[in-house]
């Protein structure tokens, strides 16, 4: 299921190249902090996904009551840098705290980077698997890590080009 509806093609362009984007996981304030960057940041909001859209999308896909514009997903770009904004800690197996909410997405359009990084990472016996590397329904690979020194990292191969 593509939760991007207006992606007009997944092919892959000459331009493959991994890009390592910040990832803020801001347990219920990610719509006031990218509100508050577009205002101070001049931020451009390239796809913000709320938990009720992507329960439109995605019938697996649950919620709490209250939740609704929660935010799912998004992108901003900030200059000529990207960060991306959700509410969800990317490692469960922690309890969310200021500090603990931030992880680096290693994106392509190229699958077999992705697998080759996501390789690479977990080969080390210290790494923990949080998400197997695998289809879901917003790409066609995603997984995330957390490596020998802490840092939780999290690989999607892209469909768009933004």
């Not at 939760?3 to 493959?16: F, G, H, R």
């Not at 219920?28 to 909001?45: C, H, K, R, T």
């Not at 514009?69 to 901003?76: A, G, K, N």
Request: charged share 20%; aromatic share 10%.
């Amino acid at each position: 299921m593509n939760i991007y509806p207006d992606e007009k093609s997944t092919a892959q362009t000459a331009d493959t190249q991994v890009e390592m984007i910040p990832f803020l996981s801001l347990n219920g304030q990610a719509a006031a902090a990218i509100a508050f960057y577009e205002q101070v940041l001049d931020a451009e909001v390239l796809l913000k996904v709320s938990y009720a859209e992507m329960a439109q999308r995605d019938d697996s896909f649950r919620y709490a009551a209250g939740q609704e514009e929660w935010i799912t997903h998004s992108v901003l770009r900030i200059g000529a840098n990207k960060i991306m904004i959700a509410e969800e800690e990317q490692d469960t197996t922690r309890p969310w705290s200021a500090g603990n909410d931030f992880s680096l997405c290693l994106q392509s359009t190229d699958h077999a980077a992705i697998e080759r990084l996501y390789d690479r990472l977990t080969a080390d016996t210290r790494t923990v698997i949080l998400a197997p590397l695998a289809a879901n329904s917003f790409s066609s690979g995603y997984g995330a890590v957390r490596d020998p020194f802490g840092v939780v990292f999290q690989f999607t191969v892209t469909r768009h080009a933004f």
